[in-house]
């Protein structure tokens, strides 16, 4: 996994990501699987995150909401 973001680790450049979700439910479980490894490869004081949710009609709000809550544990 580490391979998939060399370049950009060797960069050592700060990275800003962004994401808008609306009706992502099906792909956020990958989204939320990769973030923990780019964060480990890059390091949290490189990366800032932000994440917006914008009115689904799916299960995208109460993924994200689940996954602030776990966040705020650490």
Avoid: M, W
């Avoid at 060399?6 to 960069?11: E, F, K, L, N, S």
């Avoid at 480990?40 to 109460?62: C, F, H, K, M, Q």
């Amino acid at each position: 996994q580490r391979e998939r973001y060399a370049r950009v680790a060797a960069a050592n450049h700060t990275v800003f990501l962004a994401a808008n979700f609306h009706n992502n439910a099906d792909v956020l479980p990958t989204f939320v699987q990769e973030l923990p490894v780019l964060l480990r490869v890059l390091g949290p004081e490189r990366v800032y995150v932000s994440i917006y949710e914008n009115g689904s009609t799916d299960r995208t709000a109460v993924f994200l909401s689940l996954r602030a809550c776990q966040c705020s544990l650490f």
